[in-house]
């Protein structure tokens, strides 16, 4: 008797956000990063079908599926995509999207190549030559921690972030796509060692060790002096800030219980990073005079299938 033709079956996968709470511009170059996982995530339901298909609000996100399922070796999909991540909110929610994809049709892939298969399709996808940071933090993140990664070895270890500090994420209101920004022109200036380009890459990178330190220390003002210089030089040497940008960071600089903020992600426009005393979360939203989104830290996508990295 001829075989009933199986049913293709249909999988899910889930992924979080992420904040870089120091490290800007540096991974494409190899140097460390800090970047958080965050409680606020992207869910992907799909099955096989005859075309790629997908329900989503994220743009591109047609691109973004077809170059994940190149990397991934699958047939096409359709999908449906819901997420509690802002689009354009500097919460990555591209890498979220990727990395919920790839969980759900590859769970058995290690984490850290599922993060570079991420990065490879989103290069793809839009063009932009993305560094890793972002897909690592989604995959790899730990509830309670930060991800300390260098971006040249790949090697990364949790750091503990404290439960008295709330992260804090204001949308500038200024959007643009990374491909209509001098993005892949500062990458390249910074890789042909233009002085200044060069002069925010080696600050940044020694800005993430001590930052690194003074959370272990528990010196939390000393969080908030790395953050303001960290956005200086953003703003003089690497060049990726704008005025409104600068509006907001220095309001957030002069608001009681507001440690420090800075630009955060690719730059032109997009959201700012602060660091909040718990407890002030409602009166600094209030000095902000906008809407500010608070995070946790979150689990990554991958890190309960494998076995997480010591402290």
């Not at 819901?82 to 919920?100: F, T």
């Not at 190549?113 to 940071?133: D, I, N, P, S």
């Not at 790949?154 to 643009?176: C, K, M, N, T, W």
């Not at 080696?202 to 003002?221: G, Q, T």
Request: aromatic share 6%; charged share 25%; glycine share 10%.
């Amino acid at each position: 008797m001829e075989s009933r033709r199986e049913r293709p079956r249909g999988w899910q996968g889930r992924a979080p956000g992420r904040v870089n709470l120091i490290g800007e511009h540096v991974d494409y170059l190899g140097g460390v990063v800090l970047p958080a996982a965050i409680d606020r995530h992207t869910r992907v339901s799909g099955r096989e079908a005859e075309a790629w298909s997908i329900d989503s609000e994220i743009g591109g996100g047609l691109k973004y599926l077809r170059a994940i399922g190149v990397e991934l070796g699958v047939q096409p999909q359709v999908m449906r995509v819901e997420s509690d991540i802002p689009p354009g909110s500097g919460l990555s929610s591209s890498a979220a999207l990727l990395v919920a994809i790839a969980v759900g049709l590859r769970p058995e892939l290690d984490g850290k190549e599922a993060a570079l298969a991420c990065q490879r399709a989103e290069q793809a996808a839009t063009g932009v030559h993305v560094g890793v940071m972002d897909q690592f933090a989604s995959a790899l993140g730990r509830r309670g921690h930060a991800l300390l990664l260098d971006c040249s070895t790949l090697e990364y270890q949790a750091v503990p972030f404290p439960d008295e500090l709330a992260i804090a994420v204001i949308d500038s209101g200024e959007h643009r796509s990374l491909v209509d920004t001098p993005y892949n022109e500062r990458r390249r200036e910074a890789e042909a060692g233009m002085p200044k380009r060069r002069r925010h890459v080696d600050s940044e990178i020694a800005r993430v060790h001590a930052f690194v330190d003074a959370l272990k220390e528990r010196r939390f003002e000393r969080l908030g002096v790395l953050l303001k210089e960290s956005h200086k030089s953003l703003r003089d040497d690497f060049e990726v800030s704008t005025q409104v940008v600068d509006t907001l960071v220095e309001r957030a600089w002069s608001i009681e219980g507001c440690l420090g903020a800075r630009i955060m992600g690719a730059g032109f426009g997009g959201s700012i990073l602060a660091l909040v005393q718990r407890g002030r979360e409602v009166a600094f939203a209030a000095a902000m005079k906008r809407e500010v989104i608070f995070c946790a830290t979150a689990d990554g996508a991958f890190v309960h299938r494998h076995r997480a990295p010591q402290d």
